[in-house]
């Protein structure tokens, strides 16, 4: 599977939170990243996506960066078609990441919601 990791541009959450985040979000739904991960899509634009990549390379996992601005209409439906899984990492209120799960959705993507 291709898993989009993204969310929050700046966060104060420390590497090794969201490499637990991650993980157990993979466990939650039923993944072994081991096995099933084949590769990480990075926005390569915030905190979340650049911890992203980290957990891929500390894991020998494939690295694809896909956007470095923001998440257009053109583009979200381009990294929908890519992505197979979305792990979204966000501040309670960050309404950026809250739109793009939404229109992710609306595109019939599986999206995980984590919010810290």
Partial sequence: MKLVITGTKRIDINRDTVFSLIDDTLNELGFDWKWDVKEVVSGR???VDIVGEQWAMFNSIPIRGFFNSRP????????????????????NKDKETMMLSN??????????????
Avoid at 72 to 78: E, F, M, N, P, V
Avoid at 108 to 116: G, H, L, N, P, R
Wanted: hydrophobic share 45%; glycine share 6%.
């Fill in 103 to 116: 229109k992710l959705r609306d595109l019939k993507c599986e999206v995980a919601e984590v919010i810290v």
């Fill in 45 to 47: 634009v915030g905190d």
């Fill in 72 to 91: 257009s209409d053109t583009r979200i439906k381009k990294l929908a078609k890519y992505g197979n899984l979305f792990i979204l990492i966000r501040k």
